[in-house]
Every structure is written in C-alpha cells, then in structure tokens.
C-alpha cells in the first residue's frame, strides 16, 4: 500500500553514530525481510511494557508522566514500526509514559488537530498526564538526546528531518513532534478543531516555542504517498490568520466527539473516534 522503505541500509546507521545500534533495524536480522510486520517482534522485545502501552521506570519516579498521542487512520504498518523502534527508545530516557493511537472513524476529511485534542481529552482521563508530545504516526527520532519531555516552553522536537535534507523548511514550522505541558495546552485551549485535510492545523500553533539543537533532533520520515482523504486543504492558509481571535472558541472548549471503540493493545491503547465531517 505505502512505498515504504524503513529499513536503513547500513550506512544509514553508520552514518548517525550517535544512534545507537541496538535500534538499528539492521541488527535484527528478522527484520531485513521488509515482509515481515514488525509488531511481533516489538512484542517480544518490550516485555516491560505493561497491557494497553505504559512504562515506566524501574528504579526511580519519573517527575513527568508523558501521554504520547498519536494521530491516526489507515496507516498499520507505520504504527508498528513507529512501536517498534519507540519502546526501546522511551524506556532508554526512563520515560513515563503511555501511547495513544487516535483513530478517526469513517472516510470524511481527515483533521488531525482534532484528533490530538481527542487524545488530549482521552488521556487525562485514563492517567495522570503532565506532559502531552502530539506525534505523527511516521517520524522516528534519530538521537536518543532527543527526550521525550516537556520544557518550559511549547518544544518543537522534529526540524531536522530527513526529507527536507535535516534543514528547517522554514522558521515557523511547528509540525511532526511537538511537546506541551498540560498547563501551555490549557493555556493555548488546545489545537484548533477546524482544520480538515492537510496543510496549516500546526503553523497555527507556533507561537513562543524552543527547539533542541538541530543535529539532536534529527529524525526520520517513512516514505509514503499522500493518504486519500487528506488532501491539502488551502482554505486553512486563510484560517492561520485569524487564530488569535478564533483561540478561545475554538479548540478543547468546543471539542465535540464521540468514542466508538477504546481498545487496549499489547503495546498501546487506540481510541476510535467520530469527529464529524467538515461543515
Ligand atoms: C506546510 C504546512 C504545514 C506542514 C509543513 C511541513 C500549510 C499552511 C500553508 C501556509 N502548512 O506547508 O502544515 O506541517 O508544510 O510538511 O499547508
């Protein structure tokens, strides 16, 4: 379905040495057979990942508990692999934390801030949520410096992308991997729930943000061809521009939705939604 070509070759892992090899797709020779669906193989390699898709360190109390929410429809495949390679990865950095896979019911245009302000609202109901890091589905970091934490400011963790040759496209980019506190998501009322289709939902969003250096926050994107009903969408140019005065309507305040199917997976928990059509 997808052309996906997710399995570094070798020199892709020489080449970031900081990463470290054990997360190279190439040390489990399982895996060089792009046939194969790497689900199982996560299972059996993160056994301290309790039911549902939450860990947490052994040996000491982690002073943030991290949702990470996980905007979603039609893309399995990447989802196993981002689980795959993110287990490992978050119970490295001693994270607290719990994945949720927001799914969005039915064919309408997709809206993925609308889908994020779902996990919002799903989560802090499931646990005792501090820090919430929004992730797409097909982006895996790159350098284990890159931590999955909040700070005290809105952080953008994923400008140094692959597919833009690991340069900023342009200054306000805030998509990809971005972390909020509960209070800044609060604050800011959450993302707008009127973006359908693609382009725009996180322009809006950049404000006073921080980012890590840029070689830490490299990050890598599935390949992938655009996915049928998220087409770009340039009536949401016209919307960035009138956020200040939509913010306080628009956003968690006005969330409406409704939950179809909450399901609890070995390694995360997916939230199947209705959030409407476009109007
Ligand atoms: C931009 C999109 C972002 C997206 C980045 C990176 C828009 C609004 C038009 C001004 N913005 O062009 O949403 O994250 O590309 O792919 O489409």
Redesign the pocket.
């Known amino acids: 379905k997808f052309n996906i070509s997710l399995i570094p070759s070798d020199s892709y892992c020489i080449m970031f040495k900081s990463w470290p090899c054990f997360q190279c797709f190439t040390d489990l020779p399982l895996l060089k057979n792009k046939v194969l669906d790497p689900i199982e193989e996560a299972i059996f390699q993160n056994p301290d990942v309790s039911f549902g898709g939450h860990s947490k360190p052994k040996n000491c109390t982690a002073l943030q508990r991290i949702a990470i929410i996980i905007p979603f429809r039609n893309r399995e495949t990447h989802l196993h692999y981002w689980l795959f390679y993110m287990h490992p990865f978050l119970q490295k950095q001693q994270g607290d934390y719990g994945i949720y896979v927001i799914e969005q019911h039915g064919e309408s245009k997709f809206n993925r801030a609308k889908l994020m302000n779902v996990g919002y609202a799903e989560a802090v109901k499931d646990y005792d949520y501090n820090c919430f890091i929004f992730s797409d589905v097909d982006i895996i970091p790159l350098d284990l410096q890159n931590l999955y934490r909040c700070s005290k400011k809105p952080k953008h963790m994923a400008h140094s992308l692959d597919k833009f040759n690991f340069r900023l496209?342009?200054k306000n980019?805030?998509?990809?991997i971005v972390a909020f506190t509960k209070e800044h998501y609060l604050k800011v009322n959450g993302f707008s729930n009127t973006f359908w289709g693609?382009?725009?939902?996180?322009?809006e969003l950049f404000q006073s943000i921080e980012r890590a250096s840029s070689n830490i926050s490299r990050a890598r994107v599935f390949k992938h061809k655009r996915d049928r009903g998220n087409e770009?969408n340039?009536q949401?140019?016209h919307m960035?521009y009138k956020a200040k005065s939509r913010m306080n309507d628009d956003g968690l305040s006005s969330l409406k939705y409704t939950v179809i199917s909450f399901t609890k997976h070995r390694l995360y928990k997916k939230i199947t939604v209705d959030i409407g059509s476009p109007p």
């Open positions: 496209p342009y980019l805030f998509g990809g693609w382009g725009g939902e996180d322009d770009r340039l949401n140019v960035i």
